[in-house]
């Protein structure tokens, strides 16, 4: 079934994506702009999409379904990725949201798609735990005649889908090293002996940051001590955190976080192994993702500095099935705005890959215009 959506869901959808926008308030004014050959929004490209919308899926009620395969709910950030997609594709935009929370389980999330295949959905969205093994369910959808939309993660075996929305991973990563650089610089510390503690082991967000920061690491003669997984979760980073203060303890003066509740973990163990961290401490504590209790952590100086991941995919996701919805064919990549937050005015712009971009001083005003 071929579901058209009325002036009344264009109208919705509207004050939908003007409450739910990717960047929000004061910080996304200042968010460095993607990289020239990167597109920033949803334009028409000229390659075909993977999947047409099918014709025959489900009935005629106006109301567009679309299954949604998220990762779980193992961080803030994926709280606020979930909210968001709710948001957008409620019953008042003339959507019809089918919801799977899969727990960080690869096979539950094959699972998920395959059901949403039996269901008739009329899209689906995949937020990929892990890049690979998806070709032969991704192939499955195309044979069903339903369109996929990628966010968030990257799926490296497959490119039977419609769009990818959502972050580059890597350019995070590079942000974080050069950041770092001019910091310590500004600071007048020579010496760099870092801590990392990655995300899940298998994701693209944990290979591309890691790949980003060592190469700056590498290029500057920067020594990373010690690398582990600590899954995302605050628990893991608490953990990981507590054996690198048993092991490291004096040893290192940079701790990366890959997401803010490895944050909170780390400064938790920190606490208990009585290391300083952040303005004015013996460790520089960095993180990514920059959800608003944690831009607030960078205000109140105990995160020197953090990248943001944004979460707000699904408005952009609503403009690509709307695209699809009128015979247009979106861009195979989308990537969101994000911006870089510091505790201190030390560094006010940061090159990466040759794209000057500005770093912004945390203020109430920044935290308070957070959209998550």
């Known amino acids: 079934m071929k579901k058209i959506l009325g002036m009344a869901l264009a109208f919705a959808l509207t004050l939908s994506l003007a409450a739910c926008g990717g960047g929000g308030g004061g910080a996304s004014s200042a968010a460095p702009a993607p990289a020239a050959d990167q597109p920033s ?3 028409p490209a000229a390659d075909a999409p993977a999947s047409q919308p099918a014709d025959n899926a489900g009935g005629g009620d106006g109301v567009i379904t679309v299954g949604f ?47 949403f295949i039996q269901q008739g959905v009329d899209y689906i969205i995949i937020d990929p735990i892990v890049a690979t093994g998806w070709d032969t369910v991704l192939t499955e959808c195309d044979d069903a005649g339903i369109p996929v939309i990628i966010i968030d993660r990257t799926i490296d075996d497959s490119d039977k889908y419609v769009s990818w929305v959502g972050s580059d991973f890597k350019i995070e990563g590079l942000a974080c090293g050069e950041w770092l650089k001019a910091y310590a610089e500004a600071k007048g510390i020579s010496e760099i002996n870092a801590l990392v503690i990655e995300g899940s082991t298998g994701a693209s967000a944990t290979i591309g940051r890691t790949e980003g920061f060592k190469e700056i690491a590498d290029r500057e003669g920067w020594n990373i001590i010690a690398s582990q997984s600590g899954d995302f979760t605050e628990a893991g980073g ?47 504590l960095v993180s990514f993702d920059a959800n608003r209790p944690y831009v607030q952590m960078v205000k109140d100086g105990k995160i020197n500095a953090n990248f943001e991941c944004n979460p707000m995919a699904a408005p952009t996701v609503s403009e690509i099935i709307q695209q699809l919805e ?20 030390a ?25 998550y």
Not at 87 to 104: E, R
Not at 245 to 259: P, T
Not at 326 to 345: H, I, L, N
């Open 41 to 43: 929004s949803a334009a």
């Open 69 to 115: 395969a998220q990762v779980g709910h193992e961080s803030d950030w994926r709280t606020a990725s979930t909210k968001s997609a709710q948001d957008v594709f409620a019953a008042s935009n003339g959507y019809d949201l089918v919801f799977v929370d899969c727990d960080n389980d690869s096979a539950r999330q094959l699972e998920a798609v395959r059901n």
């Open 238 to 284: 608490q953990e990981v955190m507590e054996s690198y203060c048993q092991s490291y303890k004096g040893q290192f003066n940079v701790v990366i976080c890959q997401n803010d509740n490895e944050a909170a973990g780390a400064m938790t163990a920190m606490d208990t192994a009585g290391i300083s961290y952040g303005v004015g401490g013996d460790v520089i």
């Open 326 to 345: 009128a015979g247009e064919t979106p861009e195979k990549q989308v990537y969101v705005t994000e911006s870089w937050f510091v505790a201190e005015d």
């Open 347 to 371: 560094v006010s712009k940061i090159t990466v890959n040759g794209s000057e971009q500005p770093v912004i001083l945390v203020t109430q005003e920044v935290v308070d215009g957070r959209p």
